[in-house]
C-alpha cells in the first residue's frame, strides 16, 4: 500500500472476531443503502456506549488542549453524547454551516478519492467505531475520529475552504509523487497540527482531537516550527502515538503557507 493511500488503511487483521464480523456487516450495510447525507446503519447499545464514553472523555479535555478555532466549531456543530449521531442530520446541518456534506464509505477509499472529493464539498466518512479492546486510539480511521476530528473542524469556513483546496490540488495531481506531498501536507496539519495560543501548543489537526491518548502527549513528542518542506521530507507512521508534530504561531499562518503550497504551479 502506498504512502498516499494511508488515511485509508485496511483494518483487516488486527481485529478481534466480534469487531471484525460488525466492520463487515457495517460495511454491507453501507454499499447496500449509502449516499450523500444518508444514514445507512443503526448503531448498537454498546456502540452507543462506547461512543459516549470517548466523547465524553475528549470533551472533558478538550478546553485546555484544542485550538480556539476547534473550540469555536464544535459549539457551531454540537455533537451528542449519549449516542451516535446520525450522519443525515449531521450531514444536512454541516451543508447549512459550511456546503460540506457527509458520504459514508466502507473504508476503503484510496486517496484520490479521499481528497478528491473535497473539491465537491464531500468528506467521506466511515460508520464503524473503534475495538472497544483500545478505545483511547485508533490506528484506522474510525467514526469518532472522522466526526470528533475532522467533521467538526469542517464546520469552521477557513477550514472547510482548506479541505477544498486539497481536493482541487488532489485532483489536479499529475503523479504519485505529487499526491504524495499533498498527503504529506494534508497529515502534518489536518490531521496532526499544532498552533501557538496562550504560550502553549494547542491542536487544529484531527488525529489528535479525536484521541485522548494523542491529546496527553502534546507536550511529550517533538515539535518543530511550521514548514511545508519539511513536512514533505519527514516520515510518519499512523500506526502508534505521533513522534513528530509541526507548530504554527497562528492558523492565520499555517493557512496562508497551505494554501501557498496547494495553489502553485
Ligand atoms: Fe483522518
Redesign the pocket.
Known amino acids: 500500500m502506498s504512502r498516499a493511500n494511508e ?1 485509508r488503511v485496511e483494518a483487516g487483521g488486527r481485529l478481534d472476531e466480534p469487531c471484525a464480523r460488525r466492520r463487515k456487516e457495517i460495511a454491507e450495510a453501507i454499499r447496500r443503502a449509502g449516499g450523500i447525507n444518508s444514514h445507512p446503519v443503526t448503531h448498537n447499545a454498546e456502540e452507543d456506549l462506547l461512543w459516549g464514553a470517548m466523547v465524553a472523555k475528549l470533551n472533558a479535555l478538550h478546553p485546555r488542549v484544542a485550538s480556539s478555532r476547534y473550540l469555536q466549531a464544535k459549539e457551531r456543530l454540537p455533537l451528542p453524547v449519549s449516542h451516535t449521531p446520525r450522519i443525515d442530520d449531521l450531514g444536512r446541518r454541516l451543508d447549512n454551516l459550511t456546503g460540506f456534506r457527509l458520504l459514508p464509505v466502507d473504508g476503503l477509499a484510496p486517496a484520490g478519492d479521499f481528497y478528491g472529493r473535497f473539491a465537491d464539498d464531500v468528506f467521506s466518512t466511515t460508520m464503524y467505531l473503534r475495538c472497544p479492546g483500545r478505545p483511547h486510539y485508533s490506528p484506522e ?1 474510525d467514526m469518532l ?2 466526526l470528533v ?2 467533521v467538526v473542524m469542517l464546520a469552521d469556513p477557513l477550514f472547510a475552504d482548506l479541505y477544498r483546496l486539497f481536493g482541487k490540488a488532489a485532483n489536479n495531481a499529475t503523479s504519485e509523487q505529487d499526491l504524495q506531498a499533498i498527503s504529506q501536507v494534508f497529515w502534518f496539519t ?2 496532526t497540527g499544532l498552533v501557538q495560543e496562550d504560550g502553549r501548543p494547542k491542536a487544529y489537526g ?2 489528535l482531537l479525536s484521541s485522548s491518548g494523542e491529546l496527553a502527549k502534546i507536550g511529550t513528542c517533538s515539535v518543530e516550527k511550521f514548514s511545508i518542506q519539511e513536512m514533505i521530507k519527514s516520515d510518519y507512521d499512523i500506526s502508534t502515538y505521533q513522534g513528530k508534530l509541526f507548530i504554527a504561531q497562528s492558523v492565520d499562518e499555517m493557512a496562508d503557507e497551505v494554501r501557498s503550497f496547494l495553489t502553485r504551479a
Open positions: 488515511h480511521p475520529h472522522e476530528g475532522h489536518m490531521e484531527a488525529a
